[in-house]
């Protein structure tokens, strides 16, 4: 399992599903307990696991977005991705967290696949935003297959309630006929239950 460099991760992008956005409410992150077997940070929330620097090739999947609950020795989640499988299918994982700080995630249902994340948590990079370092490996032989990439994982806040603007189009769009704006309300829904994190809906 490689860690990329703070470095190298710090120039790197990856693109999320648009639907990752739009993330459900849960609470943040907080510190983790250095004594005992198992951590005691809660993980309950929205993150993102995104490859950063594969080492031959393209990963046949993209980020996975989606939510996690629990905490140390109890670790759950659900997450969707894009490329290897559908973009509407629920990968679950479980999984642990040491004292530490080590996270350890397992996939239960990928098709003739088994996927395993390790995301050092205890050591956040602080580059504008926190952010961790980790890695992942799928083995078996599913269409999901991949050796080793390194990965940058994310936590993000929720974001639900309604919010209201004007949508302006490029040129020679059409929005609304004889104008190039349109009004809007924005409402955002959220639920941790499901990779599903939330949606919305515009009205003009």
């Known amino acids: 399992m490689r860690f990329t460099s703070a470095r190298f991760v710090a120039t790197t992008l990856f693109v999320l599903p648009v639907s990752s956005w739009f993330l459900c409410g849960c ?25 950063t620097d594969p080492p031959a090739g393209t990963p046949p999947f993209g980020a996975l977005t989606g939510a996690l609950s629990g905490s140390g020795a109890n670790v759950t989640g659900t997450f969707r ?12 994982v479980k999984g642990s967290q040491t004292a530490s700080g080590m996270l ?39 269409p999901c297959a991949y050796a080793d990439v390194a990965m940058q994982v994310r936590e993000y806040l929720p974001l639900t309630g309604t919010y209201a603007g004007t949508i302006t189009g ?18 955002v829904t959220s639920g941790c239950t499901t990779g599903l994190f939330g949606g919305f809906l515009g009205s003009s």
Request: proline share 5%; hydrophobic share 40%.
């Open 104 to 142: 350890t995630l397992t996939s239960i249902d990928l098709a003739n696949n088994v996927m395993v994340i390790t995301v050092d948590l205890g050591n956040p990079v602080a580059i504008a935003a926190p952010f961790w370092l980790g890695g992942m490996t799928v083995s078996g032989s599913g």
């Open 170 to 187: 490029s040129a020679g769009a059409t929005l609304t006929a004889g104008s190039t704006t349109m009004p809007f309300t924005l409402n």
């Open 81 to 92: 991705t894009v490329g290897c499988v559908a973009s509407t299918q629920d990968i679950h």
């Open 27 to 51: 609470s943040a992150v907080s510190s983790p307990t250095t004594g005992g077997k198992f951590s005691a940070q809660v993980l309950t929330g929205n993150w993102t696991f995104g490859p």
